[in-house]
């Protein structure tokens, strides 16, 4: 299976990661992805991009060197009721949107309140992608939580670098991959590359994925013409 498009990657924007768009669209291109997702941290995250920086990202071309480029960010969650740090209208402008929990910005609270932010993040229309759910610390309700992303038609996504740079993530991610299965939630894999070496790097999710046999066209960028129609028919799922 092939991997066609990196849906999480970050630039110097985000001020914790090292490598400029160019650095990544030129690793991007020379590792066969045909989609690279610029996902830069919101301002919430210390040093990272304020919400007016992203509608700049109009700059930035739809493709380049045969790489095609979707405009997006990696919203922080605020707090359990899913309040994000990014305001709508410019959420509805970009191009991918996803949705996370990080520990510089929120505490890890009880089961039920990761649980209640989920599913109030399964209702807004203006979120695409699940951003890392496979971390023990934000554990929720698998089952709960699933079947609302199911039926929003939201998309989960299983993050390569949590298999090592989030501490029990390894078994977190297999669970919300098993669940994704059980409630047919489509999945993208990513980087989240904060350098320029890891832009297409998804070696421990696609061996996951593999040992627990995740069905292939569950997963959204495993397929050119599936992705695409994804980034185009996004939102307007119900
Ligand atoms: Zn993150
Ligand atoms: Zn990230």
Redesign the pocket.
Known sequence: MKIIADT?T?TIV?GDAHSTLLENLQAAKARGLQFLCV?E?VSSIPRAAPPAYFKSMCSIPRSYDGVQIARGV?ANILDYTGKLDMPDDILDWLDWV?A?LHDLVIAPATKAEHTACWLAISENPLVDVI??CGDPRYAFDLDEVMGAFHRHGKIVEINS?SFTGRAGSRDGCRQVALACMKYDVPIVVSS?A?FVDHVGYFKEALDMLEDIRFPEDLILNADARRFEACLRGKRTQP
Request: aromatic share 0%.
């Open positions: 999480h970050h985000s996902t941290h990696e996803i996370s951003g890392h670098h989240d904060h």
